[in-house]
């Protein structure tokens, strides 16, 4: 099979926003510009191992399932670090500069001290699980109900804000995304739930929208998708119960879609060939393709197709040229027509998978917990290319980051850089 080099996903010809898309390497937000999870490298690495093709692997002090961000030489993450050896109970809420050449600490700054007191901290989630945001020379990360704060990318603080409270269950997960000059979050807890936006200048709340579903379990991790659809700007937003797709500028809703009892969604939406992709959650996940046309409760009408099987709970999904790839959390791949759902092709990788995959250099790379990463070729035959190991014993739940063409890859405890 002739492996396509240059596919460009249906997402970044869709128009899907993207204020934050560019042919630039910079990889800006989870899942990189435009959080679709696309690379414009030419020359990833196909192979390697704990000894081969690894520039560098360096400690994480604390920690964290954030996924790096990049650019101008620099990657920036998260961590939270225990404050006096109590793992269990206070955390120093950190941003973290590292050099890419040689991955040496550039800074590392305390934003916030989070009290241990009340936090229900899941098995798979960490302190600081929300990716930052990057543009220019600003830098924004998000903790959740502890805060949400500006620094310069030379580790300045511009502002910060605790306002957004709300019960957290199993910690927070959304990462933040950027429009315009509001800086969007997903505020989904165990007492209530909502949307905001803050001012991506001074860290006040522009806007804040209340959550409609009713459902037993209101606690979800999502992160929005930016899309703009007949000119008008939409952030996706899932939540427990239904997607809803706000106007970024003003929390006004525009549609929504009701998924009954889904809870603690986690996966990023992805828009590709004029369709949205959400996963309904737990506890049986199914995935929605939804036209964006709509206006208002657009469950009956606006619904293209969906499917109950396979369908990730924590990996977003992923979409190069007229397919929908995605990984389930035990391991199974597949291989959907995004137009009409019918199934190319199923394959199970092994293991267990948290990390959205990503699409790069002609290949798609899916992550597990274990470091292991599978490399196929995009197709709808299943094409295998290559699994790759690292020797770490550690989890690896943070998705890939890429900067010119290597790898970043976030361990429990390490940072790897990996390049031909």
Same mark, same amino acid.
């Given at each position: ?12 010809l869709?128009? !899907? ?8 390497? @910079?990889w800006?937000?989870?899942?990189g ?9 030419? $020359?990833?690495?196909l ?11 360096? %400690?994480? +002090?604390?920690?964290?399932? !954030?996924?790096?961000?990049? /650019? ?11 404050? &006096? ?9 950190? #941003?973290?500069?590292?050099?890419a050449? +040689? ?14 007191d ?11 699980? #929300? ?8 830098l ?9 704060a ?23 997960g ?5 429009y ?10 165990? &007492?209530q ?28 991790? $999502? ?6 659809? &007949? ?7 899932p939540?427990?119960? /239904?997607?809803?797709?706000? &106007? ?7 549609w ?10 986690v996966?990023?939406?992805?828009? #590709? ?9 737990y ?7 939804? @036209? ?8 009956? !009408? ?6 109950d ?5 924590t ?12 990984? +389930?959390?035990?391991?199974v791949?597949?291989?959907? @027509? ?7 092709w ?6 267990k998978?948290?990390?959205? %995959? ?18 196929? /070729? %995009? ?26 063409? /290597?790898i970043?890859?976030?361990?429990e ?8």
């Amino acid at each position: 099979m002739m492996t396509p080099k240059h596919y460009l996903p249906v997402a970044l010809l869709a128009g !899907s926003i993207v204020a934050s898309v560019s042919l630039a390497e @910079d990889w800006t937000e989870f899942r990189g510009p435009g959080g679709q999870g696309y690379s414009s490298a030419d $020359s990833l690495p196909l192979s390697w191992s704990e000894t081969e093709h690894i520039a560098w692997k360096v %400690p994480i +002090d604390g920690d964290g399932w !954030s996924s790096p961000v990049v /650019a101008d030489g620099r990657i920036y993450l998260t961590t939270a670090a225990p404050i &006096d050896g109590d793992a269990d109970k206070t955390r120093s809420l950190r #941003a973290v500069c590292i050099d890419a050449d +040689d991955g040496q600490v550039q800074w590392n700054k305390e934003v916030f001290i989070q009290s241990g007191d009340g936090v229900q901290m899941h098995k798979k989630n960490s302190h600081a699980s #929300a990716t930052p945001v990057l543009r220019n020379d600003r830098l924004y990360v998000h903790f959740g109900p502890s805060g949400t704060a500006c620094l310069t990318t030379d580790g300045e603080l511009i502002w910060k804000t605790d306002r957004l409270n709300f019960k957290p269950v199993h910690g927070n997960g959304g990462s933040p995304v950027l429009y315009n000059e509001t800086l969007i979050v997903t505020c989904d807890g165990g &007492d209530q739930q909502f949307v905001a936006g803050i001012s991506a200048a001074s860290g006040d709340v522009k806007w804040k929208t209340d959550r409609r579903a009713e459902v037993k379990k209101g606690f979800s991790f $999502s992160t929005p998708t930016l899309i703009e659809v &007949d000119g008008q700007p939409q952030a996706i937003c899932p939540g427990s119960g /239904a997607v809803v797709a706000y &106007d970024p500028e003003t929390g006004a809703e525009i549609w929504s879609v009701d998924y009954d009892e889904g809870y603690s969604v986690v996966p990023r939406p992805i828009y #590709a060939c004029g369709l949205v992709f959400v996963s309904s959650g737990y506890d049986s996940a199914s995935l929605y393709a939804i @036209d964006p046309t709509g206006r208002g409760d657009v469950t009956d !009408s606006h619904v293209r197709w969906t499917l109950d099987r396979g369908v990730p709970k924590t990996p977003s999904m992923l979409a190069v040229g007229d397919e929908l790839y995605f990984v +389930d959390d035990g391991g199974v791949a597949s291989c959907v @027509d995004a137009r009409t759902g019918k199934l190319h092709w199923k394959e199970r990788l092994g293991g267990k998978y948290s990390a959205s %995959p990503f699409y790069g250099d002609g290949r798609i790379y899916f992550q597990s917990e274990t470091g292991t990463t599978t490399v196929i /070729a %995009p197709g709808k035959e299943y094409n295998e290319l290559a699994t790759n190991a690292i020797g770490d014993s550690d989890r690896t739940f943070a998705s890939f980051a890429v900067i010119d063409d /290597a790898i970043l890859l976030r361990s429990e405890t390490h940072l790897y850089r990996i390049e031909e």
